[in-house]
């Protein structure tokens, strides 16, 4: 077992600056973990020192039980038994790929095997005697990856190991790097800025905002229900609805939607908030008497899906709607909008 363990672990760059503020995250033993969130809010700061290149001012920080990080304790990098894989360029460019994957292996026995495995794992296997500079950027980071598991780490850190991929290759990248990772079991934390790369490839997300986790959990958990509406915007196109809730339905300019949690509204104290859906979940229709209607002001067309962006009268806000029908309604259409599915409810 070599579960990740962070309690309340704080550190800052000087006296006066606290940059983490007391961080708890778990990562199961085998689970790969996102850590999200914007420029700045301390994701680098917070895997250096989890790596050992940055000394905590408090907390712990243990794998599989072992203290790396403590009050008294800093075990130094190298006997961390962290593999790292960083954002790009870190092959040794004099090296072969097979000597890059070998580099950190000490038992001289089975280095040239488990070499061999773990080019086998990341699906370069008859690579090894390439230069790197003879790889293409997708290639080389699934060197590195070969390289970081190569001496059996007891945790990988992914240091947003592809920004430098372009996209249409980066989705085939992420995908076999969480493969080779979920292969061997590896327990293992993404840091990345985005939220799609966070929600398609991690097990669990943890959502930072200025030094603290601001919510943690499943993919899906923090999609459908996010704390508080700056994580719904962050981690995906929100639609925020002023609503009258009694019991656990919502009535908002939209129609009716149910609410997830209990809201403790009933209809001697209905409550006012805010609801929260996603753009997929408004439905278009023609429009009518009797459902919400208003004007397209634009349309942006993705190719797999649209988004239309609609003024609905009697809101201050326009809202964007998901579409994948292949006719999508022009600018200056009149339609009618519906809200369906579950809402999140905010105060
Ligand atoms: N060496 C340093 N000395 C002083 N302050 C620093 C240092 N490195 C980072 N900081 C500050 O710590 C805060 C967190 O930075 P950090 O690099 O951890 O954020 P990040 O989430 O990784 O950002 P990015 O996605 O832009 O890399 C920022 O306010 C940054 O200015």
Avoid at 231 to 251: R, S, W
Wanted: net charge negative.
């Amino acid at each position: 077992m070599t579960d990740l363990r962070i309690e309340g672990l704080t550190m800052g760059y000087g006296p006066d600056t606290t940059v983490l503020h007391g961080i708890d995250l778990t990562v199961p033993s085998g689970s790969l973990a996102a850590v999200l969130g914007p420029s700045g809010c301390g994701k680098t700061s917070l895997i250096r020192v989890i790596a050992g290149f940055l000394r905590a001012r408090a907390g712990t920080v243990t794998v599989g039980g072992r203290t790396l990080t403590g009050p008294g304790t800093h075990v130094p990098p190298e006997r961390r038994r962290i593999g790292i894989v960083p954002q790009e360029g870190a092959l040794f460019p004099h090296l072969s790929v097979a000597a890059n994957v070998a580099f950190g292996v000490t038992d001289r026995a089975t280095r040239r095997q488990r070499t061999e495995e773990m080019l086998d794992l990341v699906g370069l296997a008859g690579y090894g005697d390439r230069m790197p500079h003879e790889l293409s950027g997708g290639q080389q980071q699934r060197v590195a990856l070969a390289r970081a598991l190569a001496p059996e780490p007891a945790l990988v850190l992914l240091d947003e190991p592809f920004n430098a991929l372009d996209s249409a290759l980066r989705a085939g990248v992420r995908a076999d790097v969480r493969a080779a990772l979920h292969a061997i079991g590896a327990t293992a934390l993404l840091v990345t800025h985005d939220q799609q790369e966070a929600l398609s490839t991690a097990d669990i997300v943890a959502v930072v905002r200025d030094g603290r986790i601001a919510q943690c959990g499943t993919p899906q958990d923090v999609y459908d229900h996010p704390a508080d509406p700056w994580i719904a915007g962050f981690v995906g196109d929100a639609v925020l609805l002023p609503a009258t809730v009694v019991n656990g339905t919502a009535t908002t300019a939209l129609g009716t939607v149910e609410i997830r949690t209990p809201t403790g509204a009933t209809a001697e104290t209905p409550r006012q908030g805010t609801v929260l859906l996603r753009p997929e979940q408004l439905r278009l229709s023609d429009p009518g008497e009797s459902t919400p209607s208003g004007s397209v002001t634009d349309v942006r067309y993705f190719g797999h899906d649209a988004m239309v962006t609609v003024a609905v009268d009697g809101l201050d806000t326009p809202v964007n709607i998901r579409i994948t029908d292949h006719v999508a309604p022009r600018p200056g259409d009149r339609i009618g909008v519906r809200a369906t599915g579950q809402a999140t409810l905010h105060a």
